[in-house]
């Protein structure tokens, strides 16, 4: 359970390196957290909307339809809340981890890179009627999802032993000791 919360007491640090098992954990937390969030809406949403029917009179009851759209409402002002305060960490733990295995913080980049690249000669290619502008722009996309399976290898893959440029091993052992006494 510690693991889970480290990269929330770690808020901004993108220095350092973290072990594979926090972040993992980290993810893991955030996909509880979505998942009772998302579950709580669908319940709330359900529940006011199984009260619009219809009245004694015929009319129909609209008041469990306004009711559906306000919770709605009220979640997805909750999940911004909970987006926003789950992103830095997010993206602070995903950096020391590619700094585990000893890589920048900056392939962080390459997807969305890629994916604004796409939108921009999607757009272009649409202006231009253009059919080979489009299939540029799906040969970017699947270019994105590669980016996007490259980056979770890295997460994949154990770190470096010992230290490396961004600081001491966080599984510790002897390469630790010679960067103690220096």
């Given at each position: 359970m510690e693991w889970m919360f480290m990269p929330l007491r770690r808020y901004a640090e993108f220095s350092g390196r973290s072990r594979r098992q926090e972040f993992w954990m980290f993810m893991l937390?955030?996909?509880?957290?979505?998942m009772v969030a998302f579950v709580a809406m669908m319940v709330m949403g359900f529940g006011a909307l199984s009260m619009a029917g219809v009245n004694p009179d015929g009319t129909p009851r609209l008041g469990g339809m306004?009711?559906?759209?306000?919770?709605?409402?009220?979640f997805l002002v909750i999940f911004g809340i909970i987006w926003l305060a789950l992103f830095i960490p997010s993206i602070a733990v995903s950096v020391r981890r590619l700094h585990d295995t000893d890589r920048t913080g900056f392939w962080?980049?390459?997807?969305?890179?890629?994916?604004?690249?796409?939108?921009?000669?999607?757009?272009a290619g649409a202006a231009n009627?253009?059919?080979?502008t489009a299939a540029i722009g799906i040969v970017?996309?699947?270019?994105?999802?590669?980016?996007?399976?490259?980056?979770?290898v890295f997460y994949c893959l154990p770190g470096t032993n010992g230290p490396n440029k961004y600081g001491?091993?966080?599984?510790?052992?002897?390469?630790n000791l010679s960067q103690t006494f220096q």
């Amino acid at each position: 359970m510690e693991w889970m919360f480290m990269p929330l007491r770690r808020y901004a640090e993108f220095s350092g390196r973290s072990r594979r098992q926090e972040f993992w954990m980290f993810m893991l937390l955030q996909f509880l957290i979505w998942m009772v969030a998302f579950v709580a809406m669908m319940v709330m949403g359900f529940g006011a909307l199984s009260m619009a029917g219809v009245n004694p009179d015929g009319t129909p009851r609209l008041g469990g339809m306004a009711g559906m759209f306000a919770s709605m409402g009220i979640f997805l002002v909750i999940f911004g809340i909970i987006w926003l305060a789950l992103f830095i960490p997010s993206i602070a733990v995903s950096v020391r981890r590619l700094h585990d295995t000893d890589r920048t913080g900056f392939w962080l980049l390459v997807p969305p890179a890629i994916y604004i690249v796409t939108i921009a000669v999607v757009v272009a290619g649409a202006a231009n009627q253009s059919g080979t502008t489009a299939a540029i722009g799906i040969v970017l996309s699947l270019l994105q999802w590669v980016a996007s399976i490259v980056l979770l290898v890295f997460y994949c893959l154990p770190g470096t032993n010992g230290p490396n440029k961004y600081g001491p091993d966080p599984l510790g052992g002897v390469g630790n000791l010679s960067q103690t006494f220096q």
